[in-house]
């Protein structure tokens, strides 16, 4: 196992983190009416595994398309074991991901991770379950997932892109990658070296193979020890299997989507952001039409019960009827996929980011309206991997995590201002202690003449350290401009610890640092995550 060492970041100390994340993490009493549960699995995953119904029957197909899909993938033995226990009776903690090129951000490894140690924590105390990734294949924004940046040398990013295009808004699941594919994996080699995961990539990237089924192919190497179940949904079968919740969708969708904009409305009066517009003629369904996901509209004005499909107009009986015909040519929207999944799936809980947090407080009206009980939501392990370069740079230029959120140009400011010649560093720290012990003595003395002229005095002070920090900055650019190299290592550790203003995981793929580390980081990870802690980790490696 490989060591490493993790130092905890408050969540409130990053920069975009929002207001109903920051909430939920600390339990809130404003945000308690949104979330069936708090963040703390241990407080509550034993009653919790009381209130899920889950019938036999349903269980049993599940477990059979389980064991097919993840046998066409060459998952190992422990998998199967793990399909063996579902099938049995086992609960699942779920998470899931986009299927991103490459196997997408690093967090797509921290999300699986975090699942397979909930999943033995319930099943060590007492509640068996089993940890089961969805790929989130139906999605059709291939913009989103057709990338992944990986570090190259020269304090660099390289970013790769598959080409491979299919038929627009399509399921990017389905979408079939051409030869165009392998010069895109021969680059990532390039960047990877000749390791096991470069071997991986090409046994799964191949010509034929989608992104649905290489993501899947990739994953089940990348934990064929620690047995996460894959699941696509995409299945034909499990499609049939949720007839009823699309059904349950269409017929009730005016009362779904009156529930949806009063919550929309109690996320907003409480000072919260809604994840997902919704309109008075919104439903919760896309239809596929002529491979294409196109969105489904309630008729609110003319005849009641009518549906709109691009320029086609149904009755709800019509609809009905096609829906039970042929349900894999219907796939839920964002609000409707988790309930969809919970139906699929018995799920003690979901695992995932502020994003998925987000969406979960908008949709519990409709789990509740659908299943009668809402899934509860944990948060994923996060986490910005330092490796010994960017580290050994940090600590030479004594700079602390947040420093990096400024951005490229604030860094190399600050590996400047570290670096000033020492009499010039002398003079600005000297000037500094004067100007405080002087209006430290200016304070004093107004307070015994006038107090009200105390609050004018540190107004005035704050300008003129206000104006002698901005005038070593300036003579920070200075040195700057005379140094290739403090560019070079500020390029270097903006780009490997908060590339592009944004946290490591969501930018760098995750199969760099398990190409670098091996299984061992990831066992080095798994042993870093602890469910009751919450912040972000600064692990260095």
């Known amino acids: 196992m490989l060591p490493v060492r993790a130092q905890c970041l408050p969540f409130r100390q990053i920069p975009h983190t929002t207001r109903l994340f920051s909430d939920f993490l600390s339990h809130s009493p404003k945000v308690q009416g949104f979330y069936p549960r708090s963040a703390y699995f241990a407080e509550w995953f034993q009653d919790e595994a009381h209130t899920i119904r889950y019938d036999a029957a349903r269980r049993a197909l599940v477990a059979a398309v389980l064991e097919r899909q993840n046998r066409s993938w060459g998952s190992s033995p422990r998998v199967f074991?793990?399909?063996?226990?579902?099938?049995?009776?086992?609960?699942?903690?779920?998470?899931?991901?986009?299927?991103?090129?490459?196997?997408?951000?690093?967090?797509?490894?921290?999300?699986?991770?975090?699942?397979?140690?909930?999943?033995?924590?319930?099943?060590?105390?007492?509640?068996?379950?089993?940890?089961?990734?969805?790929?989130?294949?139906?999605?059709?924004?291939?913009?989103?997932?057709?990338?992944?940046?990986?570090?190259?040398?020269?304090?660099?990013?390289?970013?790769?892109?598959?080409?491979?295009?299919?038929?627009?808004?399509?399921?990017?699941?389905?979408?079939?990658?051409?030869?165009?594919?392998?010069?895109?994996?021969?680059?990532?080699?390039?960047?990877?070296?000749?390791?096991?995961?470069?071997?991986?990539?090409?046994?799964?990237?191949?010509?034929?193979?989608?992104?649905?089924?290489?993501?899947?192919?990739?994953?089940?190497?990348?934990?064929?020890?620690?047995?996460?179940?894959?699941?696509?949904?995409?299945?034909?079968?499990?499609?049939?299997?949720?007839?009823?919740?699309?059904?349950?969708?269409?017929?009730?969708?005016?009362?779904l989507d009156d529930a949806l904009l009063e919550r929309g409305k109690a996320l907003e009066h409480a000072g919260y952001h809604q994840q997902v517009k919704v309109t008075p003629s919104s439903t919760l369904l896309f239809a596929i039409r002529n491979g294409a996901r196109t969105v489904i509209h309630?008729?609110?004005?003319?005849?009641?019960?009518?549906?709109?499909?691009?320029?086609?107009?149904?009755?709800?009986?019509?609809?009905?009827?096609?829906?039970?015909?042929?349900?894999?040519?219907?796939?839920?929207?964002?609000?409707?996929?988790?309930?969809?999944?919970?139906?699929?799936?018995?799920?003690?809980?979901?695992?995932?980011?502020?994003?998925?947090?987000?969406?979960?407080?908008?949709?519990?009206?409709?789990?509740?309206?659908?299943?009668?009980?809402?899934?509860?939501?944990?948060?994923?392990?996060?986490?910005?991997?330092?490796?010994?370069?960017?580290?050994?740079?940090?600590?030479?230029?004594?700079?602390?995590?947040?420093?990096?959120?400024?951005?490229?140009?604030?860094?190399?400011?600050?590996?400047?201002?570290?670096t000033l010649p020492q009499e010039a560093a002398k003079s600005f720290e000297d000037a500094n202690r004067g100007l405080e012990r002087s209006l430290h003595s200016i304070s004093d003395a107004l307070a015994r003449l006038d107090p009200t002229l105390v609050e004018s005095a540190q107004r005035a002070g704050r300008k003129m350290q206000y104006q002698l920090g901005k005038l070593r900055a300036r003579a920070a650019r200075a040195e700057l401009r005379r140094s290739e190299v403090l560019a070079r290592h500020a390029d270097l550790l903006s780009n490997a610890l908060y590339p592009n203003k944004t946290l490591q995981e969501r930018e760098l793929a995750g199969i760099y640092f398990a190409s670098r580390y091996g299984s061992e980081l990831l066992r080095g990870l798994y042993q870093t995550i602890h469910t009751e802690c919450l912040d972000h980790q600064v692990v260095t490696l």
């Open 81 to 255: 074991d793990n399909i063996a226990r579902f099938r049995a009776g086992a609960s699942a903690v779920v998470t899931g991901q986009q299927v991103g090129l490459f196997g997408g951000p690093a967090f797509a490894i921290y999300k699986a991770l975090t699942a397979m140690k909930l999943a033995e924590q319930a099943t060590q105390g007492g509640v068996n379950a089993v940890p089961i990734f969805w790929l989130a294949t139906e999605d059709h924004d291939l913009a989103e997932i057709n990338h992944v940046s990986i570090p190259a040398p020269q304090a660099t990013l390289e970013r790769l892109t598959a080409s491979t295009r299919g038929t627009e808004d399509a399921p990017v699941g389905s979408i079939a990658f051409g030869a165009e594919i392998e010069a895109v994996i021969e680059e990532a080699a390039r960047l990877l070296g000749e390791t096991e995961v470069s071997a991986w990539l090409r046994e799964s990237y191949r010509p034929g193979e989608t992104f649905g089924s290489a993501f899947a192919r990739l994953f089940a190497r990348l934990f064929a020890d620690w047995g996460l179940v894959l699941v696509d949904p995409l299945d034909a079968e499990l499609h049939a299997i949720a007839t009823p919740i699309f059904q349950a969708a269409l017929e009730r969708a005016g009362e």
């Open 298 to 418: 309630r008729k609110t004005n003319g005849a009641s019960g009518v549906f709109v499909i691009g320029e086609e107009k149904l009755p709800q009986a019509e609809l009905l009827w096609q829906i039970d015909a042929k349900p894999q040519h219907f796939s839920a929207s964002a609000l409707l996929r988790p309930v969809m999944q919970d139906v699929l799936l018995p799920t003690l809980a979901y695992v995932g980011g502020a994003a998925a947090g987000a969406y979960f407080a908008q949709g519990a009206v409709v789990y509740q309206k659908l299943l009668g009980r809402v899934t509860p939501i944990l948060p994923r392990f996060s986490a910005t991997l330092v490796e010994p370069k960017a580290e050994s740079l940090r600590e030479r230029y004594r700079l602390a995590f947040p420093d990096l959120f400024g951005g490229p140009e604030r860094v190399r400011e600050r590996l400047a201002s570290e």
